[in-house]
């Protein structure tokens, strides 16, 4: 069966008004109080770092400045860490790392600078501090770990966080969540289609759930029902064809987005490109299996990894596709069950072996199909292309690991994390 078409697949929202709010929030003084803390728009992150796990805060998930090793590349420290490395982020002066009990900061050279007992799934740095995600939301101090505050977030399970203009946003597993900056208080809440994503520019804030793009003016509130502030919405976009969309990359012209099949509907996973201002897709680009991950996007193509989890063990495969047109540059087939990460003109990409029954692969309007007491795989691979050629430059075998190896591409560097702690190839 071939795809939805492409066509009379959206329908334009209103450009004025606001999210549903989901309910009374905290109205006290330090959730109303105006930022003293307030982060401008950063598109670019500076040079030497890799700050978020999507790079930027537009999620291209490509380091246009980083020349990692295109040879056999050779370890050059690793430091141990309490469990398998869950996140890894690159400050300015510290490389940070989580696993689910512990995060700690590193220095360029392997140092220890400071290790706290506080771990999570996901890791956020901006302008002197470190956000954790994991059972609840930690803001700590990046040069001494300490601890600023903590926000519940309601559903236990804070994920992705970005902060600009005097409010930190912060996606939960419905849910997303305005918080200030100072203290932590919630100033708003907005219930969501499950596991909601933040991309943004130096204009918006784009939130994307499985049925709808939203754009945001950054920083700005209004007041709604019973006062309570909340964002003002710029542009919406609902989804018409089978919607299943849990993150995008935000450039200059365009809204690329992953979009999950459906085996029981006999739909392939896609990918997507919209101009800006959003319309209708410029071109969407099928798969022949139904499971896609996160994407990069580079000046010249997008990068994705889809897998087919019906055989055992599951298929993956890089494709590369010509960003303008979305027709394929290149591909390999192999074991990627992992995003991609771009260092000018190399990509990194892998992760655990998919053959391994933790590997929990997830599907349209489905959960993982995992036991919580699960270990991870206990191998995996990472692999080095050329971005333009998709010639195969070098293979490792990381540790263990729950599904793809958090990357960071800075310098010549490649900083990786896996069951055995944090490591950096050169």
Avoid: K
């Amino acid at each position: 069966m071939r795809p939805h078409s492409r066509r009379r697949v959206l329908q334009l929202g209103a450009a004025a008004g606001t999210f549903a709010l989901a309910g009374c929030l905290e109205g006290n003084r330090s959730a109303r109080a105006p930022a003293q803390r307030r982060i401008g728009h950063a598109t670019q992150p500076p040079d030497g770092t890799w700050p978020s796990a999507g790079y930027d805060a537009r999620n291209t998930r490509t380091n246009p400045s980083a020349s990692p090793p295109r040879s056999d590349p050779a370890t050059v420290w690793s430091a141990p860490l309490s469990g398998v490395v869950s996140a890894l982020v690159v400050g300015p002066e510290y490389v940070y790392a989580s696993t689910d009990a512990e995060t700690v900061a590193l220095a360029r050279d392997g140092d220890e600078g400071w290790r706290v007992g506080v771990g999570g799934d996901a890791l956020a740095y901006h302008a002197g501090r470190v956000y954790v995600s994991g059972d609840t939301l930690r803001a700590l101090d990046a040069a001494s770990g300490a601890e600023r505050w903590r926000s519940f977030t309601g559903d236990a399970s804070p994920g992705a966080v970005y902060e600009t203009s005097g409010t930190v946003y912060v996606t939960g597993r419905t849910h997303v969540y305005g918080v200030h900056p100072d203290s932590g208080a919630r100033r708003w809440d907005v219930e969501t289609a499950r596991y909601p994503s933040i991309v943004a520019d130096d204009a918006r804030v784009g939130v994307l759930t499985s049925d709808r793009i939203q754009f945001v003016a950054p920083g700005e509130t209004v007041d709604g029902l019973l006062r309570d502030p909340g964002p003002r919405t710029s542009e919406s976009v609902r989804l018409g064809w089978s919607p299943e969309v849990y993150s995008g990359v935000l450039t200059d012209d365009a809204l690329f987005v992953p979009q999950y099949g459906d085996r029981l509907a006999d739909t392939n996973a896609t990918v997507r490109r919209y101009d800006l201002p959003l319309e209708d897709d410029r071109w969407m680009t099928p798969y022949t299996w139904a499971g896609i991950g996160t994407i990069a996007v580079d000046e010249d193509r997008v990068y994705a990894s889809p897998y087919r989890a019906t055989t055992d063990p599951p298929d993956g495969s890089l494709v590369a596709l010509d960003r303008q047109r979305g027709t394929q540059r290149w591909r390999y087939d192999g074991a990627m069950l992992g995003p991609p990460a771009v260092g000018g003109d190399t990509v990194v990409a892998g992760g655990a072996d998919p053959g391994s029954p933790s590997v929990c692969v997830s599907t349209a309007n489905t959960t993982p199909d995992c036991p919580p007491a699960e270990g991870p795989a206990e191998t995996g691979v990472l692999h080095a292309f050329d971005a333009a050629t998709g010639e195969q430059l070098w293979t490792i075998r990381p540790g263990a690991s729950y599904g793809g190896y958090p990357v960071a591409l800075v310098g010549d560097r490649v900083y990786y994390g896996d069951g055995e702690g944090v490591h950096v190839l050169e």
